[in-house]
């Protein structure tokens, strides 16, 4: 049990930080730099898709996708322009861990899958994917691999994935779109877990875990189901928020 101290706490957190500032020097600005729920979805997939590291390092990053597009994502991935830029024979480093190659390969698996479904989202509703973590696992198995930014083993906690999930299924939020909101669950949707994440859970009591897994993904999600019960991922903002002020 959650004591009453830390679920007001949390709530303080949430109101404050949920707000259209969160938005400024993190990856979801992305997103809101477009027009039309494709270009939208498509943003917020390569955004999360390469959030990982440094900030200052793979903010620009995304940004040249951006760029490259001229804020036409969806037609830029599934016509293949991004042929142009990043190029199949390309060893040399586009970002850290991925090369210029694994980055065509990655969006040409994406490319593939708008091609065959439409988008993202009407892929899982094609599946009748309604919860979040089918969701994951349906994505890791489209998407994941060998060089891909995406993960294949959806038994890891699949940050960058699951904080997808919530700018799109999250409706009525100043940061997130919910373009998903009309077929997804909010209520199963998973924290976004690394290492931090999880360090100040367990300060507040939330959870006792020493691996940021999907595992302990899954019972963090579960504790703040008892302070946000119909939208858990209140609990993110929280958590940021914790992370900043830990005396409010």
């Known amino acids: 049990m959650i004591g009453q101290d830390v679920k007001d706490r949390l709530r303080r957190y949430a109101a404050q930080y949920e707000t ?11 997103m809101h730099q477009v027009s039309g729920a494709k270009n ?30 001229g804020g036409e994502v969806h037609s830029w991935v599934l016509g293949g322009e991004f042929e142009k830029e990043v190029r199949a024979g390309d060893s040399s ?6 090369t210029c190659a694994q980055v065509n390969k990655f969006l040409r698996s994406y490319q593939a899958l708008l091609q065959e479904d439409g988008t993202l989202g009407d892929s ?15 994505i890791c198995a489209k998407l994941g691999g060998a060089g891909s930014p995406v993960p294949q083993d959806a038994t890891s906690a699949c940050k960058r994935v699951c904080m997808f999930l919530r700018w799109m299924v999250r409706d009525g939020s100043p940061v997130d779109l919910g373009l998903w909101a ?8 998973i924290i976004p877990m690394d290492t931090h994440v999880l360090q100040e859970a367990e300060k507040l009591g939330l959870i006792k875990s020493r691996t940021a897994s999907m595992s302990a993904a899954l019972r963090l999600s579960s504790s703040l189901a008892e ?8 609990g993110d903002f929280a958590l940021f928020g914790y992370g900043v002020d830990p005396s409010i």
């Open 20 to 30: 259209a500032d969160f938005i400024k020097g993190d990856p979801s600005w992305f």
């Open 93 to 98: 480093c586009f970002y850290r861990l991925n």
């Open 124 to 138: 899982l509703r094609k599946e009748g994917i309604s919860k979040a973590l089918p969701a994951v696992r349906h």
């Open 227 to 234: 302070v946000f019960p119909e939208d858990p991922m209140k």
């Open 40 to 69: 939208r979805e498509a943003m917020a997939f390569l955004s999360s898709a390469f959030s990982y590291g440094s900030r200052k390092q793979f903010l620009p990053k995304v940004q040249q996708f951006l760029d490259w597009s």
């Open 182 to 189: 009309d077929f997804m669950d909010r209520r199963s949707l």
